[in-house]
């Protein structure tokens, strides 16, 4: 089983930045991609960013590129999102997850990676970016 926990979150204003940082802990070896969804009330949750934990192959949401970047150190089992240039839109509750399976599509074309190929969830760290 792995655990997953978020932390960084918190208000900015548009135009800030936020570092986001995941800390997985148990059998992490287990883990093929990880990365970061969003939800807010009413919406389904999105995927914003992933990275292959072994190869780094990395998926962005188009309306992030440019502006959020993943990155992970394996050796302290920590997976991190630069989050540059916030946007309004860009307030949700950030959940870190990581997929087990071999199920991770990097060129994934859709507006958002869907969550259902991930196994695992954090409980969310809350960003808010007021205009």
């Known amino acids: 089983e792995v655990q997953l926990v978020e932390s960084g979150g918190g208000l900015v204003q548009a135009g800030g930045s936020l570092r986001l940082s995941c800390a997985a802990s148990?059998?992490?070896?287990?883990?093929?991609?990880i990365g970061w969804f969003r939800q807010v009330p009413g919406k389904e949750r999105e995927g914003v960013a992933l990275i292959g934990k072994n190869n780094g192959e990395i998926y962005y949401a188009d309306s992030v590129k440019g502006r959020f970047t993943i990155s992970n150190d394996n050796d302290n089992n920590m997976v991190y999102l630069q989050m540059n240039s916030l946007k309004p839109e860009d307030t949700a509750v950030y959940y870190c997850?990581?997929?087990?399976?071999?199920?991770?599509?990097?060129?994934?074309?859709?507006?958002?990676?869907?969550?259902?190929?991930?196994?695992?969830w954090g409980k969310g760290t809350l960003v808010g970016v007021s205009s």
């Open positions: 148990g059998t992490t070896f287990d883990i093929y991609a």
């Open positions: 997850a990581g997929e087990s399976d071999g199920n991770f599509y990097p060129l994934y074309t859709g507006a958002y990676y869907p969550p259902r190929n991930m196994n695992y």
